[in-house]
């Protein structure tokens, strides 16, 4: 008798790997000339073209109104593109349903965007529930994601968002975000209106789940020292435009101008300012 072929693991390391092997070339995301135009003639995305390949973390910053958050709606189809295409996993964006494409993509908001009247277990269980998962899987992925943001499931699983401190609140937006186990998950600025401890250990945590679960990432952040330590890849947006894109190293080593050059010294300005208030 032929001995049964062993299935693949189901732990976080072993999806992350397996995902990999069976998609090993094909980009997850790609932007191909990308822009968005919006009325009178504002031309928010100018001509984007990226890569993002799995399991990498892309960081887009840049100043205030250089079209970060734009690009990013480009992505999941909160807004259409005036030119180019979004392709994610070898299909163009406008191929997909909209919502459903929504629901295989995270998303983690500025602040958190939880569902007021929720409990934490309802908020994380929001896109399984869409996805039509029955309820004993959608238990197991809560409990399973809780435990991986760090939260105590007896503690706060039926906790409301106005129970929750702010970055408890953000812990159960990162859970949420990831609980239809995407490939892609979206970040916009989800860090900045924490205080910089609790900052400083989510960016920790998300880094750790990402490398556990294998998933990619497209960050928007203005905040030049986060995109370095979590970037595999930053580009650097002006005016709309990517003026210059690589790894942090790269970017340190060669920025293509002043205004490149000024964001990656804003984190070297701040440690000369704190190292002369030390006398």
């Known amino acids: 008798m032929r001995a049964k072929r062993p299935t693949p693991s189901r732990s976080p390391f072993w999806t992350s790997i397996w995902k990999n092997l069976n998609k090993p070339d094909q980009p997850v995301l790609e932007l191909r000339g990308v822009s968005k135009q919006y009325a009178g003639g504002v031309e928010a995305v100018r001509d984007v073209s990226l890569t993002l390949h799995a399991g990498k973390l892309l960081a887009l910053t840049g100043t205030s109104g250089c079209g970060k958050t734009s690009l990013l709606k480009l992505i999941n189809r909160l807004e259409e593109p005036s030119g180019g295409s979004v392709v994610y996993e070898g299909l163009d964006v406008r191929q997909s349903d909209a919502f459903r494409l929504r629901r295989q993509i995270g998303w983690v908001m500025q602040g958190d965007g939880l569902f007021p009247h929720f409990t ?77 401890l609790t900052r400083d250990d989510l960016q920790r945590d998300f880094k750790r789940l990402q490398t556990e679960l294998g998933f990619s990432a497209v960050l928007v952040t203005h905040d030049m020292a986060e995109a370095l330590i979590l970037a595999d890849e930053i580009a650097v947006m002006r005016d709309g435009e990517i003026v210059q894109s690589g790894s942090p190293a790269e970017l340190m080593a060669n920025p293509v101008d002043d205004y490149v050059s000024g964001l990656l010294d804003t984190p070297r300005r701040q440690m000369r300012a704190i190292a002369e208030l030390g006398g």
């Open 120 to 196: 934490v277990r309802q908020n994380i269980g929001v896109v399984p529930r869409l996805l039509e998962w029955d309820a004993a899987t959608i238990e197991l992925r809560v409990r399973e994601l809780m435990q991986l943001v760090q939260l105590d499931v007896d503690a706060f699983a039926e906790r409301y968002p106005h129970e929750l401190s702010g970055g408890q609140r953000q812990r159960v937006g990162v859970a949420r975000a990831l609980a239809g186990k995407p490939d892609l998950v979206l970040m916009d600025e989800a860090f900045s209106a924490l205080d910089p």
